[in-house]
Every structure is written in C-alpha cells, then in structure tokens.
C-alpha cells in the first residue's frame, strides 16, 4: 500500500522539486523553463532540474545559459536519452518534500505550482495532473488541424485532461503529475524498458497499489501539439506501441479507448488481405475508411461554423484524424506482435 500524509508542514510551504526530461527542444526549451521560474511559489522551497537527453541542437546550451544566471536551476545529463531514464536520475538527486514534473514542449502558468502542491495535500491523492490546453505548433492549418485533433473526442476518446473536465475527479492517468517524494521512491520510480509509456505504467502500479490520482481542472497549462503531420503520426505510433507492453505488466488494458485504433487498423488492413481469399470483405475495409472520413467531415464542419477553425485548417481535419487514428493503431499492433513473440528482445527504443 502507497503511504499517505495529509500535509507535509503546516507552518511554510513543502519543498518543491520541479523536474524537466527534454532532448532537442531548443525551439521550446527557453519558453518553458522561463514559465517555470516564473511560478508564484517562493523561490527559497523551489528547485528546477533539467535533464537533458543528449541533445543534438543548441537546447543544453540554452539550459547551461539559463542556469548561469538562475541558482534554481540545474542541468543533469542523460545518456540513455528517453524520459524515464531522465526522470529516475532526477528523482535520485532531489532533496525535497514533493515533485512536480513538467514537459518542456509545454508552457505553464505562475499558479501551476502553487495550485497542484495544494491539490495533492488537500485531498490526500498520490498524484495530481490538470487539463492540457492544447495549441498548434505552427501557425499553419495542418499544425492547427493537429492540435484541434488532439484535444477532440473523436480524436482522443474520453480522455479529460486533454479534452477538458469541469470538475475533480480521480481517474485513471494524469499528463505530468505531482507526487510526494517518498511515493515515487516507494514505488521505484518510473519503468526504463517500456519506451514512451512510463506515465501509464507508474499510474497503473500506483492504482494497483491503493494509490488516487486526482485530475483537477483548475490545473491547466498550454500543450504545443507537434507542428507537421509526420512528428504527430511519430508521437502517436510511439504511444501505440507502449501500450501493449503496460498492459501486459499490469496484467489489464488501462483503458478501453486505446483499442479502438487497434480495432479500426484490424478491420481495414484485414479486410485488404482477406479480399484475396473473398473478394467482397474488401467492402467491408472500405465502409469503416469511409465512416472514419464521414464523421471526420462532420466533426470539421462544427468546429468551422462555431469558428474554432478556419477553413483551410478545418479541411485538414479528417485525414489528420485519420492519420493519427492509423499510427496509433499500428503501432499498438507492433507492440502487441512483439509481446507475443516467444523470442523477444529489447526493442531499439530510440526509434
């Protein structure tokens, strides 16, 4: 069972360890460290990590320069370069009371702070996370359809921190998240050999565990979805394909709406092999592709007459939804085809 403490003192503010996994973020690396250190919580109880993941542009530079001028800030180096790895070297370096971690493709409030240490006191969870809003990478229509795409129902499913909640409550996995730091190290810290899928395997353990997490809307902060078709179909695979390997650790699938990808990619590319033994099946292939690019339209046409696209962005809009829906069914067919071969070995993560 995960401990619990209803506060860590009740006479000053708990000691803060901001922690930031990044690597080759250099357009975003400035941005949102500076939304960091300009958090409303008072600098003596705040620290900054930044674990750089081996970059090959100019984002340590950029860290090295910020941490010269800011003693909040330091830089560790991750040679492993991948998140997890990133975030367990950070956690083992801390010397504080709770952890909060950021992203550094995300820009952040002066409240975020201030507001998620006060959640996860007040309520007695083990980790806390808000909503993302989500915003184009680009200001073009193909990075505005992306963002529009992530943050739909049709495009994410139920997940409420990314297409918004009115009110608290506990779910299933929150984006970044908020923990006392006796509970990360209670629970080992986070997986190293499922790529791009620790966040859903550490919520999964901590759930298993009696552990709460909380998602709470007046948390927010400003997601900047990948700019170009490519990066976001590559984001999406890589989400896919961890999922089949945390399912297996945690002996359940998380969350019906990951299979739903899976099942579309199944009935389409099934539909185009079987045609050969039967030709007709091939119709059936056809059906769903077109039902996916009717509601898709649909859902295009909406958004356009409210005016929260315009139009060159709103016609992007069903095959993004498209496109995202296929990288993210295929690569969880990937990573189930995988789990099930007798002969596995560590995947090259870094693809």
């Known amino acids: 069972m995960v401990s619990e403490r209803s506060a860590t003192k009740t006479d000053e503010l708990p000691r803060l360890g901001v922690i930031m996994p990044c690597r080759n973020e250099q357009a975003m690396i400035r941005r949102s460290i500076s939304s960091v250190l300009a958090f409303d919580y008072p600098a003596d109880r705040m620290t900054l990590t930044v674990v750089d993941g081996m970059s090959t ?21 991750n040679p492993d370069r991948l998140p997890a790895p990133a975030l367990n070297l950070a956690i083992d370096s801390l010397d504080c009371d709770i952890v909060l971690r950021v992203d550094a493709h995300s820009v952040y409030p002066p409240d975020y702070a201030a507001r998620s240490v006060a959640a996860l006191l007040e309520t007695g969870a083990q980790n806390v996370g808000g909503v993302w809003v989500t915003v ?11 963002a529009f795409s992530l943050a739909h129902p049709f ?17 299933d996995t929150v984006p970044f998240g908020c923990w006392r730091l006796e509970t990360l190290r209670e629970m080992g810290g986070f997986t190293t050999d499922i790529p791009y899928g ?12 009696g552990g709460r997490i909380l998602l709470d809307p007046s948390i927010t902060c400003e997601y900047v979805a990948r700019p170009s078709l490519g990066k976001f179909m590559l984001m999406l695979y890589r989400y896919g394909r961890s999922k089949p390997a945390t399912a297996m650790r945690l002996g359940k699938v998380t969350t019906v709406r990951q299979l739903v990808p899976l099942i579309f990619v199944l009935t389409t590319a099934g539909s185009v092999a079987l045609a050969f033994v039967s030709p007709p099946l091939l119709l059936v292939g056809a059906a769903a592709m077109l039902a996916h690019l009717a509601v898709g339209t649909s859902v295009a046409a909406r958004a356009a007459a409210a005016r929260r696209l315009d139009r060159p962005s709103a016609l992007r809009v069903p095959h993004t939804l498209l496109a995202g829906h296929v990288a993210y069914g295929m690569g969880y067919l990937v990573g189930l085809l995988y789990q099930l071969n007798p002969w596995k070995h560590r995947p090259n993560v870094h693809t």
């Open 198 to 209: 620790e966040d859903d395997e550490l919520n999964g353990r901590l759930r298993a565990a």
């Open 57 to 77: 542009d100019a984002t340590r530079a950029i860290i090295e320069e910020i941490a010269a001028s800011d003693p909040r800030v330091r830089l560790l180096i």
């Open 155 to 171: 495009g994410v499913g139920n997940a409420e921190y990314r297409t918004g909640t009115r009110e608290r409550r506990w779910a």
């Open 136 to 146: 184009p990478g680009a200001d073009t229509p193909a990075a505005k359809a992306i």
